[in-house]
């Protein structure tokens, strides 16, 4: 979830976010890191977008805190929609890193996930900004896999865990490899900026509360 700002006198479209973590795995290094990476891979492509007539270049600003000592009020209650957060554990329920929806502002990420790859962080900011998974997860031919292609998808034997392997055996490296996603023009175009409802400030909401707090799962149950 973000808020969108078009500023005229630059051209521009600015995606707005601020990643809240909490959890036992969270470290202001940790939050400062993901922040940085997202924002690294979304603005890579310096995409532009029509809106209002005008051709503006997408920006992201991602910001990123460690607060050890949030409250699930503060998640349920929070009313900011640039606002989101993520509990950080070396455990999920799962064993990957997930949000709670499609436009959503709230998840819990599995710390090995973090450290193995920036693309895992900026995966999930593009489902949190309303992407969903492509439906055709065989793209052999079509060369580097796109942020939004989840673990298990085939590729292009260079983008895979293990580039000899069959492409397919999940069980010999034969599936893409996530370290080689990137963030690309299509993604871009894909969050339809210009169907959002702006203000007469330029100011729109990318996304919508999701607004869960989690606990904190250990194996065979969950802990306060």
Known sequence: MGTAHIIKNELA??????????????????????????ADYWN??????????KSLQVKFE????HIPNLAPDDVMYNTNPANNFFRIE???????????????????FKLANLLQTGT???HEYGHTIGLDHPENMDIRGLGIPGIMYPRGTITDAAFLYNPLA?????????TM????????????HALQLHKLQFDNSGLAILGAFSS????????GGWWV
């Open 13 to 38: 479209c600015i995606i707005k976010t601020i990643l809240v973590f909490y959890g036992g795995a969270s470290t202001t290094e940790i939050a400062v890191k993901v922040a940085a990476d997202i």
């Open 44 to 53: 890579a492509p310096r995409a532009t977008v029509i809106i209002g007539g």
């Open 62 to 65: 991602i910001q990123g805190y």
């Open 90 to 108: 070396e455990q999920t329920s799962m064993d990957v890193s997930f949000v709670d929806g499609i436009g959503c502002n709230t998840g819990y």
């Open 120 to 122: 895992t962080a900026a």
């Open 166 to 174: 069959i492409a397919g055996d999940n069980t010999n490296g034969g």
């Open 177 to 188: 490899n996530p370290i080689h996603r990137q963030v690309t023009e299509h993604d871009i």
């Open 212 to 219: 869960v707090w989690h606990n904190k799962y250990v194996a």
